[in-house]
């Protein structure tokens, strides 16, 4: 299995600058998670999608971010206008969640390394 | 405060060491606790995970879970240059939305020759 799939690996873009971020869930996983990463807040999740569903967005900073799922092979993140602060490394990760209230374990990407100038 | 506490380090010991890493929470409703490892510029990884209060064991790494006191540990034993890495830890609550994780902000580890 090739495991989750994220491009680009590294992003370099100036403020102002649309920037989408793209992630292949691994085949057969029905749940899917957009993380950031930085030195000072760690990993915090952005967005939940179950069954290309978002269930929980809350972790979203701003209307500026928006995610999709259009089917269950693929989903974007999109910044528009990316901002210096959305520098961070951005994970994608995907889970097989059966139901129930037990662990899931979550695959994690090699994450898009985003910088803003 | 955050929900999820943990020393973000840097952790040098020399190889062979014990080491110890912790993390605390304010949540009571978290229900499972995980320990994830990330290799520099890699995805975090899970490496072990645990539900109830108590030790759980597997090979050189123990985790262990006091809810009484809201604080969990990750031991490892005979630390080797290869264990060098951020550890991760992360726990979970079923929402109505399904499973979500908290992670701590990791602690850095280096071990060593």
């Known amino acids: 299995d090739a495991g989750v799939i994220q491009s680009p690996r590294h992003e370099v873009t100036e403020m102002g600058q649309e920037v989408t971020l793209r992630c292949k869930p691994i085949s057969g996983h029905n749940s899917l998670f957009w993380y950031r990463q930085t030195m000072m807040r760690g990993l915090e999740l952005l967005i939940y999608?179950?069954?290309?569903?978002?269930?929980?967005d809350s972790g979203m900073p701003e209307d500026r971010f928006s995610a999709k799922m259009p089917n269950a092979s693929f989903s974007t993140l999109k910044i528009q206008p990316s901002e210096p602060r959305d520098s961070a490394v951005y994970f994608c990760?995907?889970?097989?969640?059966?139901?129930?209230?037990?662990?899931?374990?979550?695959?994690f990407g090699p994450g898009t390394r985003l910088t803003v100038t | 405060q955050k929900e999820v506490e943990q020393d973000p380090g840097p952790l040098s010991v020399p190889e062979g060491a014990i080491v110890s890493l912790n993390c605390t929470y304010s949540?009571?409703?978290?229900?499972?606790f995980m320990w994830y490892r990330q290799y520099s510029r890699k995805g975090p990884e899970l490496l072990m995970y645990?539900?109830?209060?108590g030790n759980k064991e597997d090979g050189r790494f123990t985790a262990q879970v006091d809810k009484s006191s809201k604080y969990i540990s990750l031991f490892i034993r005979d630390s080797q240059p290869s264990d060098s890495a951020t550890y991760l830890c992360a726990m979970s609550r079923f929402t109505g939305g399904g499973n979500k994780l908290t992670f701590g902000t990791g602690t850095q580890l280096k071990v060593e020759l």
């Open positions: 990760a995907s889970s097989l969640e059966a139901g129930g209230t037990g662990v899931h374990e979550q695959y």
């Open positions: 645990t539900y109830s209060s």
């Open positions: 949540n009571s409703a978290f229900q499972y």
């Open positions: 999608f179950n069954n290309n569903v978002p269930i929980d």
